[in-house]
């Protein structure tokens, strides 16, 4: 459906260093303007961001260090963005959680106010999210077939526990193979299956202060166990020491240990630390 527009329209989408607003850079910045008499413009730009890209992103967005050598920085950049973007709205997907903060991180950086308060920001993925729901009562009704509220009543624990419970062996009747053709739409009657299938992040504790990281060699190969998977340890992802394994950070800086437990994280998080700890402890003394 063409867009009803009284003013242009920027659609974009950024690829970064990371997530941190404060700590990374915009290494790609992709839109289409689309404008009020139908026509439309396209751009696609690369950023040098001033730092190296991490090895995961790069893997993640195939942008290389090699690729944005060269390129303008964002401050250089800026004074042409914001005189495009003026008088504009925008759209993107997780967009207003992330591209645009991202966007005027970048832009109060390079000396420009850009005032995003008087622009529309349209948010694809919220309106799916909001449209297309995604609670236990659609699920129930997706998978079972019924309306929730015709076989329970609302907001019980008891009620809900029931439905959930129903909604599970309706998913494992819908994807069991043989009922469907796609390998990536079949799910088996496994536990382990279902455990791995259901991660949505690589966290160890459930605040995501510590993750799971691939370990690597000198010269930055991926190290493998006996089967050919990636070997993991732990690692912060928060912090002076975010990428860094914790086994690492406890030996070069013993205080940091002290630091967390004092200091207001979950009791998961410091839990998850300290058996981290032990763990070393016994390695060494092993």
Not at 177 to 193: F, H, V, Y
Request: charged fraction near 30%.
């Amino acid at each position: 459906m063409k867009l009803n527009l009284t003013k242009p329209l920027i659609v974009f989408d950024l690829e970064t260093t990371g997530l941190d607003l404060v700590k990374d850079r915009v290494i790609q910045i992709s839109y289409i303007k689309a404008n009020p008499d139908g026509t439309e413009k396209r751009q696609n730009l690369f950023v040098n961001p001033g730092k190296p890209i991490p090895q995961e992103i790069t893997e993640l967005t195939g942008i290389s260090n090699d690729d944005v050598k060269g390129q303008p920085t964002f401050k250089e950049l800026a004074a042409g963005l914001a005189e495009e973007f003026k008088g504009c709205d925008f759209a993107g997907f997780n967009s207003n959680h992330f591209d645009i903060p991202m966007l005027a991180e970048e832009f109060l950086r390079a000396g420009i106010d850009f005032d995003f308060s008087r622009c529309r920001l349209i948010d694809v993925q919220t309106i799916f999210h909001k449209m297309e729901r995604r609670n236990l009562a659609a699920a129930y009704k997706f998978y079972c077939g019924r309306k929730m509220e015709d076989d329970f009543e609302a907001h019980r624990a008891d009620q809900d526990t029931e439905a959930t419970y129903r909604v599970l062996q309706a998913e494992l009747d819908m994807y069991a193979p043989g009922k469907q053709e796609e390998p990536e739409r079949q799910l088996n009657n496994d536990m382990d299956e279902l455990a791995e299938f259901s991660k949505t992040n690589n966290n160890v504790d459930f605040a995501g202060r510590i993750v799971w990281k691939e370990m690597k060699d000198a010269a930055g190969n991926v190290l493998t166990d006996k089967d050919g998977k990636p070997r993991l340890q732990e690692a912060f992802n928060f912090g002076k020491y975010k990428g860094w394994s914790v086994a690492e950070v406890l030996n070069r800086d013993p205080g940091y240990f002290s630091w967390m437990l004092s200091n207001d994280f979950t009791y998961n998080t410091k839990q998850v630390l300290t058996r981290i700890r032990l763990k070393e402890y016994t390695n060494r003394k092993g």
